[in-house]
């Protein structure tokens, strides 16, 4: 069974403090690994898909880099407007290919 | 852009009541998709569609139905909803079989008393 432990569950920044968030998983054959970013009330917003070990994904002040056993979601200098939770999911090979397994999700709030 | 629309953002309904969640994608995505979404829980597939009038079984489809008979529309039927199926639900749709890019609609607040 594919799963994906993320961490922390919650993470809280200072204005252009950089961090990371962590995604670990398990998957019997990964066909992908995606994040989300999920702002509140509303549904999650498609931002990367990685597909093998060493890939990295840039886009504004996220990169997303994946290794064969987690991903990291390294935010840099983050404003206010980063603050969202980020929603990391794997894609198996297994189960017909078409199911995403989601984590919890890193609730992010970034402050003034 | 793709568009997932949701035909209600906040749903009221009481025990024993059928409920009916549609999803309409403008994009020709051959997946549709159907999760609930529950705190420390996460996003839990309930059913999936890859093509008209085919459905599968996600992790959770007990208590749910489903029904596709257009390409562009999916619907989320509890045939007696409980308290317990108060969740936020959220559509998505993906383009071919093997993208796992899924695209999802604004979610629908559904609270069952």
């Known amino acids: 069974e594919d799963q994906v432990t993320q961490s922390p569950e919650a993470l809280r920044l200072q204005e252009g403090e950089s961090s990371s968030l962590n995604c670990s998983y398990t998957?019997?054959?990964?066909?992908?690994l995606f994040w989300y970013r999920q702002d509140p009330g509303k549904g999650p917003e498609f931002l990367f898909t990685?597909?093998?070990a060493g890939e990295e994904k840039e886009k504004e002040r996220l990169k997303a880099t994946l290794t064969k056993k987690e991903s990291f979601l390294h935010i840099t200098a983050p404003k206010p407007e980063d603050s969202a939770t980020y929603l990391c999911?794997?894609?198996?090979?297994?189960?017909?290919?078409?199911?995403?397994?989601f984590g919890t999700g890193t609730q992010l709030k970034v402050e003034l | 852009d793709v568009k997932v629309t949701q035909s209600s953002r906040y749903l009221v309904k009481r025990t024993g009541e059928k409920v009916f969640l549609e999803c309409v994608q403008d994009?020709?995505?051959?997946?549709m998709f159907w999760y609930r979404q529950d705190p420390g829980l996460g996003l839990r597939l309930i059913y999936f569609?890859?093509?008209?009038?085919?459905?599968e079984k996600g992790d959770i489809p007990e208590g749910y139905s489903v029904s596709r008979e257009k390409k562009e529309r999916f619907s989320l039927i509890l045939e007696s909803a409980s308290t317990n199926q108060t969740s936020m639900y959220l559509c998505?749709?993906?383009?071919?079989?093997?993208?796992?890019?899924?695209?999802f609609g604004p979610g629908t607040r559904l609270t069952v008393l």
């Open positions: 998505a749709s993906s383009y071919f079989v093997a993208s796992g890019t899924q695209y």
């Open positions: 998957v019997s054959g990964l066909r992908g």
């Open positions: 990685l597909y093998s």
């Open positions: 999911a794997v894609q198996g090979t297994t189960g017909g290919g078409n199911k995403l397994t």
């Open positions: 994009m020709d995505h051959e997946n």
């Open positions: 569609s890859y093509d008209v009038k085919m459905k």
